[in-house]
């Protein structure tokens, strides 16, 4: 598994957008990404925690029960109270007992903790009126309340095999036959009044059935959302555990912190990055006084690449820089770089030892047999020149992108003379290393052409050739052991980290499910005593900080916002149960006998819900059999736009919330709607009657308990319209509590109070009033709750999100660095794959490839930081051709810039150390010839890397844009070099020696990538950078050079090219060669003298061709 930091295991957004519902779309999630067992733990631990819920919520109504009937009821009999009390005092230890989540047999007492409860509960209510009160008709006080208690808070309801309903149907059916038995004993005909409470019982059944799968929803979301954010911190710390390694795999750890810490203080000090990181000059070099230097490089190269096929000629020097590499670790050496074929290392960096010239010697030694073993596997002629030198030396980094750790000094310049100046399969040693060397070596003198080189001969320096080892040779104390192979050599971020991430994640979520929060007043018994209990408590004593106590509300307003303004996936289904909730309460009506013109007027109120539901519902309808992405929008305009309006509806608070409590309140009116419309004259003369003549009133316009049934049915969709804020749902809730609760006191309390009462004593609005209020108090509770849940959820991924962005920032300075270092894909190969010792390529059909040297300067007197300067100055120019067509820096050699212009790849771009640049590339000018690859370099593999290079053939038009650019940027270097010697910034004026640039550039096919075993750098290859390579070694001051080929696109652009002569190429002959023509003002000349053309600037851009391609296309 390649894992990436942005993926989003589930995506609630497009959640929306998918058929099927929402909460069984989240349980194939996790069951794709085996959460199931998480899931199922974690609502575990929410029964447990609810447990405590329903103690205070039971606690809480007997208690002001039994004050109510004290304060009301006069002359009470105790019995009366009695069930409460018992209630209360039962209650406690029956739930207590489901408290124990790590039980064996927890299913079974949770079923027996349930069923205790409901069965109190139901006792509690009927037991008097079956037992004692006979006489009286008594209809029961928490019905409803323990049929919401079973469903949504009694630990069954939260089993996976408990069959929740059937517990609730029983306690339905348990009050369904006391009804029956209170109407058969007091004689009366009331058929339809039983109906109507079958129909009340049956809705909260079935609003209660349905919240299960809004549970299902939000726990599912929550375990999630937390595997979410476990998941992409693993990600996270991953990434940034392989950037630092592969950071300290490139450069010493103390630049690379130095680098850091520069870099860090930069973004601290301007943190929106207004300021780019590379207007800062500062040099980054640490001096290294006692070191060995070994320059490699490998003879007869340019015959190589002029008989081998390039894959076949990289994988060769590949093999030879593994190995090489492997041998420097064993050795302590340090590779600093490698150009091409040759290969830099250095010992005694970035600690001194004191055998630092002798294992510098051994790794030559090494290198040498490697070289030999792999000519002869590849059957090559292979051999090595080596030159070592002991001295002092600078190590660091120049210019502001792309950098490369190198080294310089005096003692570099000599160890590449003596490199030059040796012999095949020999090691060229200098005094200065023999006197630090013990006497295990077979050494002999140096060569002749040594003692006739300038530069040793001006220092004074004699030379040797070392053949081999003493067969009595050992290895000195202070190396490391060299049993070391290929296998174990890896990048200090391979061992562990390939594990499947997934894996690991869920490894990681058995213990965060303990952590996730489940209550406000958390139990932590059952917690594993560790760090992350004490952080996940912490996590939770910060959230109870940033939230006020009551309605669990933000202290922020902002973040109170934030978790109110997230879409509301659900609301459509919310509406479904208002719809039957509309069908209840007019079927209720219907049974009531209301009049025609009140039942038109539901009617009317009913068809507003359906037409929002349907509104609501439309996108999911559409949905069915499909999956909403740009390219499936509905055709017809008409289904466009329902669409648009059903996710609005789920996006929207501003829609949501008006919508949610216009039903709310549409629906109280339907119910209600009897009692507004009733003649209370006809009514008042009813009951008058009835007091007189002694007969039971036949209550003409409505029955009052259906209407409070009605209310409760009402009240209950606040359980199902979770996409309002708490606090407005409630205050809703209140209102239509409350206007009721006026309506039974207020308007018709005469009707409500011969109504049939709860307790013997207790007046009839009262219980109707107590009925409501009691029923909004478990609402409020579970709500409340839920709520709870929801923010405690939000508020942890918020602690993440900071966290998060806090560790990047501290991190950010590496990425910087490593931006700066390797292209991004790369950098994100070289942290992903798992064979390191792979040869990483990329195949291109045409690039631009440009050599700038700088030359007519004293580097002695002029030193580093002219070279710094220098470069900083180029790479500055680089920053304006980062759009079309861009130019990548490949690296400086010396006092030699490298870039190539067609290297289509995706680079890192931070701000930071860049400037902005525009996003629109065309991608349909990509020119790969083929897809990046791995090429193997076990000798099985071999045909595949020796099957022939074949490139496609580019279109011209690719062709003249790269030439051009890069033809342009050579001109624009030239002008930046001249400002520098007319300033005098960096060389003195009035001097001849005052800097020059002699530039070569060729195009045609390259290969791309990175060799070696550690400090992977990028690097290009092929016949082309030869060919460029040759034209600035052989170019002219202040010049352009160009291939012929590369000079007949220039001048079908109309740039004049002058006919230089041929030009002697090492490996390749005499080959004709051209100098691009510019005038004393570094203007290009054209090549075609026309009228329309004599008017125009003589330097051609890519936008000047732009537009001319654009005004044809117009014709």
């Not at 974690?42 to 004290?70: D, G, P, Y």
């Not at 920053?879 to 067609?902: D, F, H, P, S």
Request: net charge negative.
């Amino acid at each position: 598994m390649d894992p990436g930091y942005n993926e989003n295991v589930v995506d609630y957004l497009s959640l929306g957008n998918m058929p099927g519902l929402e909460w069984k779309l989240l349980r194939y999630k996790c069951r794709e990404l085996r959460l199931e067992g998480i899931y199922h733990r974690h609502r575990l631990l929410i029964s447990v925690a609810l447990a405590t819920q329903v103690i205070i919520i039971v606690e809480i109504l007997m208690l002001i029960h039994v004050i109510l009937l004290f304060s009301v009821v006069k002359d009470i009999d105790l019995i009366t109270v009695l069930p409460y009390f018992a209630v209360m005092l039962l209650t406690p230890p029956i739930l207590m007992i489901s408290r124990e989540p790590n039980a064996e047999n927890y299913d079974c007492i949770a079923i027996l903790a349930s069923c205790l409860m409901a069965l109190l509960l139901t006792l509690m209510d009927l037991i008097l009126p079956i037992c004692y009160f006979t006489s009286y008709s008594l209809v029961p006080s928490y019905d409803h309340v323990v049929i919401i208690m079973v469903y949504l808070l009694f630990p069954i309801s939260y089993l996976e095999n408990g069959r929740v309903y059937l517990l609730g149907l029983a306690v339905s059916l348990v009050n369904f036959s006391y009804m029956i038995w209170m109407e058969y004993k007091t004689s009366d005909d009331k058929v339809w009044e039983l109906t109507i409470y079958a129909m009340y019982i049956l809705f909260l059944n079935l609003i209660c059935l349905f919240f299960k799968g809004f549970r299902e929803y939000y726990i599912r979301r929550g375990v999630l959302s937390r595997y979410q954010l476990v998941y992409q911190n693993m990600v996270f710390q991953m990434a940034m555990k392989k950037e630092k390694a592969l950071l300290d795999s490139i450069m010493p750890l103390a630049l690379a912190q130095s680098l850091q810490d520069a870099i860090a203080s930069h973004i601290e000090e301007d943190p929106n990055g207004l300021i780019p990181f590379s207007k800062t000059r500062r040099l980054f070099v640490e001096p290294h006084s006692e070191v060995s230097i070994l320059e490699a490089d490998m003879v007869n190269f340019t015959h190589l690449t002029t008989t081998m096929e390039v894959p076949e000629l990289v994988s060769i020097l590949h093999e030879l820089f593994v190995n090489f590499d492997m041998a420097a670790n064993r050795n302590r050496a340090t590779r600093i770089k490698f150009l091409g074929d040759s290969y830099t290392c250095v010992t005694g960096i970035p600690s001194y030892f004191p055998s630092h010239a002798n294992a510098c010697v051994n790794q030559a030694l090494d290198m040498i047999d490697v070289s030999r073993e792999v000519s002869k596997r590849r059957n090559r002629k292979i051999e090595l020149r080596i030159g070592v030198h002991s001295g002092e030396i600078l190590a660091g980094i120049i210019g502001h992108t792309k950098w490369q750790f190198d080294i310089w000094s005096k003692d570099v310049n000599i160890a590449i003379h003596l490199e030059m100046s040796g012999l095949p399969n020999l090691v060229h040693i200098s005094s200065r290393t023999l006197s630090l060397l013990d006497n295990h070596y077979v050494c002999e003198e140096g060569t002749e052409t040594a003692k006739e080189d300038p530069l040793l001969q001006r220092d004074n320096i004699s030379t040797y050739l070392i053949r081999s080892r003493l067969p009595d040779f050992e290895e000195p104390d202070d190396f490391e052991d060299d049993n070391i192979s290929l296998d174990n050599y890896r990048l200090s971020f391979r061992d562990e980290d390939y594990e499947d991430i997934q894996v690991k994640a869920q490894r990681e979520m058995i213990l965060e499910v303990e952590h996730m929060p489940v209550n406000r007043v958390q139990s932590c018994q059952f917690r594993p005593k560790d760090g992350k209990s004490k952080e996940s408590i912490s996590e939770e004593y910060r959230f109870n900080l940033e939230s006020y106590y009551l309605f669990t509300t933000f202290r922020n307003w902002r973040t109170e916002w934030s978790f109110n303004n997230r879409p509301d996936l659900l609301m459509k289904y919310s509406l479904v149960m208002a719809v039957l909730a509309g069908i209840t309460i007019m079927s209720m009506d219907l049974l009531e006998h209301i009049d025609d013109f009140d039942y038109t007027i539901q009617f009317c109120l009913f068809l507003v819900m359906l037409l929002a539901l349907v509104v609501a519902a439309y996108k999911k309808l559409w949905l069915r059999g499909r999956r909403l992405t740009p390219l499936t929008q509905p055709s017809f305009f008409l289904s466009r736009w329902l669409v648009r309006l059903s996710d609005l509806i789920e996006q929207s608070i501003f829609v949501r919330v008006p919508l949610a409590i216009a039903v709310l309140f549409i629906l109280y009116g339907m119910s209600s709607e009897a009692v507004f419309s009733c003649d209370v004259a006809r009514l008042e003369l009813e009951i008058i009657d009835s007091e007189l003549y002694k007969f039971t009133p036949k209550m003409l316009c409505f029955l009052p308990w259906a209407v409070t049934y009605a209310v409760i049915i009402v009240l209950s969709l606040l359980l199902v319209t979770l996409g309002i804020p708490l606090v407005i749902k409630l205050v809703a809730g209140l209102v239509i509590l409350a206007s009721h609760v006026i309506t039974v006191h207020a308007h018709y309390g005469f009707a409500f109070e011969r109504s049939e009462t709860t307790n013997v004593g207790l007046g009839s609005s009262l219980a109707h009033t107590w009925y409501l209020v009691a029923f909004y108090i478990v609402v409020v509770v579970r709500e409340g709750y839920l709520n709870y849940i929801q923010k405690a959820s939000y508020f942890m991924g918020m602690c993440f999100e900071k966290k998060h962005e806090l560790t990047k920032v501290k991190t950010r300075s590496i990425k910087i660095i490593m931006a700066n270092i390797l292209p991004s894909h790369v950098a994100e190969v070289f942290k992903t794959r798992r064979r390191s010792d792979q040869l990483y390529y990329e195949n291109f059909s045409h690039v631009a490839v440009m050599f700038a040297s700088i030359v007519n300067y004293q580097a002695d007197r002029y030193g580093l930081r002219a070279l710094h300067e220098t470069i900083c100055y180029f790479d500055d120019l680089l920053m304006n051709y980062q759009t079309r067509y861009k130019i990548e820096k490949i690296k400086v050699m010396g006092w030699t810039y490298l870039v190539a212009c067609g290297l289509d790849v995706d680079h890192y771009t931070d701000l930071s150390i860049s400037v902005p640049f525009s996003s629109n590339r065309e991608t349909e000018n990509t020119l790969k010839s083929a897809s990046v690859r791995f090429a193997p370099i076990d000798e099985e593999d071999d045909d595949e890397i020796s099957t022939p290079w074949q490139c496609s053939l580019p279109s011209l038009n690719q062709i003249d844009n790269t030439v051009l650019v890069m033809t342009e940027f050579a001109l624009n270097l030239l002008r930046v070099m001249q400002e520098i010697r007319s300033k005098g910034v960096l060389f003195e004026q009035d001097t001849i020696l005052t800097g020059s640039l002699k530039i070569g550039i060729a195009h045609g096919p390259v290969m791309a990538g990175v060799v070696g075993l550690s400090k992977p750098h990028y690097d290009i290859w092929g016949h082309t950078v030869n060919m460029a390579s040759r034209m600035s070694s052989t170019g002219v001051l202040d010049g352009i050079h160009v291939t012929q080929s590369t000079s007949n696109i220039l001048q079908d652009l109309n740039i004049r090219c002058n006919y230089r002569g041929h030009t002697f190429v090492k490996g390749v002959g005499e080959v004709p060669t051209y100098l691009v023509d510019l005038d004393q003002n570094l203007q290009f000349q054209n090549h075609r003298h026309s009228d329309d053309l004599k008017s125009k600037s003589s330097l051609i851009s890519l936008e000047w061709r732009d537009e001319k391609e654009a005004k044809k296309d117009n014709y």
